[in-house]
């Protein structure tokens, strides 16, 4: 009996010990990326109920909340300052309130935040003011204060959750000196991505030394912008080659993503990216097993999940009421009036009264001789009748500035055979495909179906060209004249007028095309339009009042037996008309 009751004493004490060793803890993980001003289930550009935003991201996430409180955490990967209106009306017309973008984070609570691309695309003043004003950490490892050396904000957080240590390491697409002039991000450096998400892992790890390590990256998949210093899109780069992520969530390329890779440690690194304009977000679960508070287990796993049937949160729609109502008088507010409907679906096959009268606006602020421009919203109308605010984000979607900028013929000429090589395919028969398509990137919000990024493909005007597509790349492009009727010279030097992200290098048409260094990009602007180009082209529409657009007709496909028949084919496939 006295050694039965020893024994029992023993177990007594000692199974409460066992038990104690060991622990569960189940973390959420949510992400939202490159949102652009989608806070609302409202589109104030088309003026009518979208799907999305962040009025249905809330639901999801407070949901998810019920079940795991603190231990879910909210992230979101920046591109939230530029897009609808919302952006527009804060950050331009109405600067000295409190940026909306920062105040939905604050109310739905994120953990951090990192800085898109777009984001610095709003200059110093708006988006300073507004890392300011956001409450959570705004995180961005590759930052750098040029005065200092060092990150110019937050360049990671960490949080603990019972007994857990999560750290979690921003980062930004290096390439933003290839799409914006210095004047917005004057003092900022952007360091190569690989060698930045390395250090910093190394970092933490010896000073912070986290039991888990998320990525939240402004970048793409892969691809991009690649130069001999860094790459526009290197996630999954990282995630291959940089030892110690275990989840990394990305974005900037707008498209949904769902992959696990193998890093150089034989371990499985989860990479979600939740595409754009908040109708989906990342979801990840991490399952942490602890013995006497060690980690001895983690489990990662991870979806994007589409909440546009998620329901639209009333509450948070009563708290931003009179934000809503701002914006909506300002959108509201009539201009002109078109005498046609105008659509960007014309632009991909030739002439179009939509591309031509950006063209004609262009060279009528400017005085340039020629004009570059292309299709920025893959598949939008301005209606004939009364114009009002909103629709000039159809007619220009970004805040870009103007530029006018000496080339020569012959860079002209190479500009154009780089768009169209981009664009549209080699024809070898009359049955070919004429646009240059991949059925794989139909889900893509930036290809829409093409082969290539859309809003890359320059027409011109100012000049008389055709492109022959059963030529080879390199060769589709004859300039027959000046539009005014001088002849076209290689050799001569010509004032030609384009956005301000062609114009710093974006899409590589002025680099890779024409063969201009991009350091001497910077020369050869002569003219930089203080305000952006869709404020000029709200002045011009008031001024001139009623507007009669029609295309310009100054280029053609050829040969025409082939590539009429071949547009009308192509035309249906891609918009079922």
Known sequence: MKKILLACLFLTCFIPKIMAQTKNVSLRIIQTSDVHGCFFPYDFIERRPKSGSMARVITYVDSLRQIYGRNLLLFDNGDILQGQPTCYYCNFVKPSIENLAAKVVNYMQYDAQTIGNHDIETGHPVYDKWIQEVHCPMIGANIIDTKTGRPYVQPYATYV????????????????????????????????????????VDYVQ??????????LFHSGKDGGIVTKDYEEDASLRIAKEVEGFDLILYGHDHTRHEDVVKNVAGKDVVCLDPSSIA??????????????????????????????SQKIDEQFMAHFKSDIDSINQYVERRIGTFKNTIYTRD?????????????????????????FNAPLSFDTKIKAGDVHVSDMFNLYKYENQIYV??????????????????????????????????????????????????????????????????KPNGQKVRILRMSNGEPFDEKKTYNVVMNSYRGNGGGELLTKGAGIPHEELTNRIIYQSERDQRYYMMKEIEKAGTMDLKPNNNWRFVPEEWTKPAIERDRKLIFGD
């Open 405 to 470: 900028m000496r080339l020569t013929g012959e860079e002209v000429r190479k500009h154009l055979e780089m768009s169209y090589d981009l664009w549209v395919n080699t024809m070898t028969s009359p049955d070919d495909h004429i646009m240059l398509m991949n059925d794989n990137a139909r889900e893509d919000m930036q290809r829409f179906g093409f082969k290539n990024l859309a809003f890359n493909f320059d027409s011109a005007a100012g000049i008389d060209y055709e492109v022959d597509v059963t």
């Open 279 to 308: 109708c989906m977000v990342c979801d990840a679960k991490i399952n942490v097993q602890l013995k006497d508070g060690k980690v001895i287990k983690k489990d990662v796993s991870g979806k994007v999940v589409d909440i546009r």
């Open 161 to 200: 959750r019972q007994g857990v240590k999560i750290a979690v390491i921003g980062l930004l697409t290096p390439a933003i000196p290839n799409w914006l002039q210095e004047s917005l991000w004057s003092g900022l450096r952007f360091d190569e991505m690989v060698s930045s998400a390395r250090y910093w």
């Open 206 to 215: 010896k000073y912070e030394q986290p039991d888990i390590i998320i990525g």
């Open 347 to 371: 632009c991909y096959f030739g002439n179009s009264s939509f591309c031509d009268f950006i063209h004609n606006l262009q060279l009528s602020i400017t005085g340039a001789d020629i004009s």
